[in-house]
């Protein structure tokens, strides 16, 4: 059983629209981190956020930590071909040393 | 810096062989750790180690061991393989334990058990 769930499991949008990805859980987490992984290499970090309500930009993704920090959405404006990727959430629930990760968003943008 | 390094990418094994994967970092980080990705999972903790000598269990430890006997180098080994295990794994390194620290992973290895 998976602590942290994601939806869609699988998103394919055209380039130009908008779009939002979900990281749900039952459990609180201290933080949460969202992480883009591409074919053949490894997660890489896109953000973190620790306090709940809060809602952090980077360029055109913006990432949201519900206020009760059991929950977390990533919203792309204008996606590019270049967001194609699997977009993984992932929780820490204490002192940082475990991280849960979420089952994945893979996220195709067509030209 | 290299960063985070693993190999070999790709192992092929058969049931009940033993094997080792390795993992080093040249960041000189405090932190490392093993992950597997299956589809549909994400990825799971297996083992962690927040220092020198110093490891413990994850979500998934059963059937690998660790050990941590310097800085820079994080081997995972699978005693008896079995099918379950093939998977792609991950190792990932942090300054520290703190949630703060940016997690850096490698590239991964791909193992197939048969």
């Known amino acids: 059983t998976q602590l942290l769930e994601q939806s869609p499991q699988f998103l394919s949008i055209q380039e130009g629209e908008n779009l939002t990805v979900y990281c749900n859980s039952s459990s609180v987490f201290s933080s949460l981190q969202w992480y883009r992984q591409e074919p053949g290499e490894g997660p890489v970090l896109l953000v973190t956020v620790v306090t709940g309500g809060e809602v952090k930009k980077l360029k055109r993704l913006t990432f949201q930590f519900g206020d009760a920090r059991k929950d977390s959405s990533l919203h792309i404006t204008a996606a590019q071909p270049g967001d194609t990727g699997l977009y993984l959430c992932a929780g820490a629930r204490d002192t940082g040393n475990q991280f849960y990760f979420g089952t994945g968003t893979s996220l195709t943008v067509i030209p | 810096n290299a960063g985070v390094t693993q190999t070999p990418k790709f192992q092929v094994l058969k049931t009940g062989q033993s094997m080792t994967l390795q993992c080093a970092q040249d960041m000189n980080h405090e932190y490392m750790s093993w992950y597997r990705q299956d589809p549909g999972m994400g990825l799971r903790l297996i083992h962690y180690s927040v220092g020198a000598g110093i490891t413990d269990q994850g979500e998934v430890p059963n059937g690998y061991n660790v050990s941590r006997s310097t800085t820079e180098d994080f081997p995972l080994r699978l005693l008896s393989a079995a099918p379950s295990q093939t998977s792609v794994y991950f190792c990932?390194?942090?300054?520290?334990?703190?949630?703060?620290?940016?997690?850096?992973f490698g590239p991964g290895t791909r193992l197939t058990v048969t």
């Open positions: 990932a390194s942090k300054k520290g334990r703190s949630r703060d620290y940016e997690q850096y």
